[in-house]
């Protein structure tokens, strides 16, 4: 057998050292997996710190913050809005926009927040039925890519993932929020009175409604960590108020402006407080941009009788209207004033508009919007007319 001839040994070549740019285009060639993972960490990471971190004010803890701002009924625990997670600002930082929803936002109050928030700079989500809210306060509004108008009632599901909610949905009268203190015993009103209603009473149903309702608010804060805010509103008018709405600022304006005498239900010395509608905004404003809960009362201090209201709109708009007399409603509170201390305090809010200086505001929107409203009614007439000739 002959020997078996191994092949000659041979060292294999030497690599030329890479230079630089020739091991980076290595790297990206041949590490590509790699690359992906650890950008993939990276983008994981920063999504999940981001948010948080956009969140954190100077102080405060790293804890989510979805926030809703409750001053109606019962429709709030029914109402499945996905509240966002949103807080404040870090000094030195622009703040973000936010993806706000105002419930009842066609409406009075509504239409006004509307307003604020989107000048602001928001986006701005109405939700509305208009049982009693007008598409015309509104229609400013319209063809601005940050507002949308969605019809639906609040009492059925919608899903929309949003940074704040402001439940003003809501039918118009009676309307205010302090109707929780019914036919108070203590004057003025502060937070910590618990009232004094009437559980079977004709009025029972909408005061223990509006108890009922911030009951449930304080429960999903306290079981669940929803974020809320509860706002007492006190009696409140302006422009956009419905004309026939049963308030008696909206009706005694309504009626001087028609030549109808102005109604006063009992002797007239039941007294009220009333708020221009700007100065609630500002109010529910602040308490939502607020670490609070509250409840807070929102509402002007300044006290009035019903006759002394019903002067001051003879003063603006006819001296020579009369004043009618009615037997008074059951269970009428004989006193409402608010006690502002509290948001004086926390949220540095307090109302600026005297009575004096929003009637004429109020009423100027009123003429204007009687006077369209006879003239429609003279074409309506004018054609029916017509029509039996």
């Known amino acids: 057998m002959g020997a078996v001839q191994n092949a000659p ?58 926030r809703t701002i409750s001053t109606i009924d019962l429709g709030s625990a029914r109402f499945p809005v996905i509240p966002a997670k949103v807080g404040r600002v870090p000094s030195g930082i622009s703040r973000r926009r936010s993806r706000i929803v105002v419930t009842g936002g066609a409406g009075f109050v509504g239409s006004h927040l509307v307003d604020k928030l989107i000048k602001r700079g928001d986006d701005v989500i109405v939700i509305d039925n208009f049982f009693t809210g007008r598409k015309e306060n509104l229609v400013h509004h319209f063809g601005n890519p940050r507002f949308e108008l969605i019809r639906h009632d609040v009492v059925e599901p919608i899903l929309l993932e949003v940074d704040q909610i402001y439940h003003l949905a809501c039918p118009a009268s009676p309307v205010h929020y302090n109707e929780v203190y019914g036919d108070p015993l203590e004057h003025p009103q502060k937070e910590t ?46 422009p956009r108020m419905c004309l026939d ?9 309504a009626q001087a402006i028609r030549k109808q005498p102005l109604t006063v239900y009992g002797d007239g010395k039941q007294t009220r407080s009333f708020q221009y509608v700007s100065d609630l905004v500002d109010g529910l404003y602040a308490l939502m941009e607020s670490e609070h809960v509250g409840p807070f009362n929102l509402g002007n201090p300044g006290e009035f009788t019903m006759l002394e209201l019903a002067e001051v709109v003879k003063e603006t708009i006819d001296s020579s209207a009369t004043i009618e007399f009615r037997p008074n409603t059951a269970d009428d509170p004989h006193m409402r004033k608010p006690d502002i201390g509290k948001a004086k305090e926390l949220l540095n809010w307090e109302p600026k508009v005297s009575l004096r200086e929003g009637l004429p505001l109020m009423v100027s929107d009123f003429q204007n919007r009687i006077l369209n409203e006879d003239e429609g009614k003279g074409v309506e007439i004018k054609m029916t007319a017509n029509q039996h000739v």
């Open 9 to 66: 040994y041979s060292p294999k070549a030497v690599k030329p050292t890479r230079s630089l740019p020739r091991s980076i285009n290595y790297l990206f060639k041949e590490q590509r997996l790699l690359f992906i993972l650890v950008g993939i960490l990276i983008g994981s990471t920063f999504f999940i710190l981001q948010p948080t971190l956009s969140r954190l004010g100077p102080s405060e803890p790293s804890s989510s913050i979805p």
């Open 193 to 238: 009175y618990w009232g004094n209603v009437n559980p079977i009473g004709e009025r029972s149903c909408y005061d223990e409604g509006k108890r009922t309702a911030e009951t449930l608010a304080m429960d999903y804060h306290r079981g669940a960590g929803v974020e809320v805010r509860i706002a007492r509103i006190f009696n409140t008018y302006g």
């Open 245 to 253: 709405d049963g308030r008696v600022v909206s009706n005694f304006v």
